[in-house]
């Protein structure tokens, strides 16, 4: 292969790598960093919020008390008991009213055609959605799994490892 050939598709190749690993790595900071800071995030692995929080999404939240959560806030919730299945849910406020001084929410997903068919209270702190970022939870579930570290991580250490060998053989004194 001429040495002009062999150059223009290393740049290519580290252009391409350096992609993917800066989009990886914004991905990653934009949804895990904010734990540093006391929020969390979760992944929205069902369609009732719509094009509000894609499936797919993570969405970071905060904790807050009751008394914060206003109508129109998105919040993170577990169901009350009396609800098939106990997985929380990511829905919208569309009503709060206070009965013996505890205040009591009712939520709709905004891709859903009714509203839920509970009012509920939350006791101590809830979680309102701050922002959230689309599609990433897809890459974080595939980072997860065993193809994902294959790709994140293997594939880009066997390219780097096979580039800085190939140069220590051809002689390459900026590898060494």
Same mark, same amino acid.
């Given at each position: 292969m001429p040495a002009r050939l062999r150059r223009s598709l290393a740049i290519v190749a580290n252009l391409a790598l350096n992609a993917m690993a800066g989009a990886v790595l914004f991905a990653l900071a934009a949804s895990l960093a904010p734990r540093l800071l006391g929020y969390s995030s979760v992944i929205a692995y069902g369609g009732?919020?719509?094009d @509000?929080?894609?499936v797919g999404s993570v969405a970071?939240?905060?904790d807050v +008390?009751? $008394?914060e959560v206003a109508v129109g806030d998105i919040i993170i919730f577990y169901p009350p008991a009396t609800s098939p299945g106990r997985s929380a849910l990511m829905h919208r406020v569309i009503s709060v +009213? $206070? $009965?013996d001084g505890q205040r009591l929410f009712h939520t709709k997903g905004d891709g859903n055609a009714a509203p839920d068919p509970w009012e509920m209270g939350i006791e101590g702190r809830g979680s309102r959605v701050v922002y959230t970022v689309p599609y990433?939870?897809?890459l974080i579930n595939l980072a997860r799994s065993p193809l994902g570290w294959a790709l994140f991580l293997l594939l880009p250490a066997v390219y780097l490892g096979s @580039?800085?060998?190939s140069r220590i053989w051809a002689g390459d004194t900026a590898a060494r």
């Open positions: 009732s919020m719509g @509000t929080v894609p970071v939240a905060k +008390r009751p $008394e +009213r $206070e $009965e990433v939870g897809y @580039t800085t060998l």
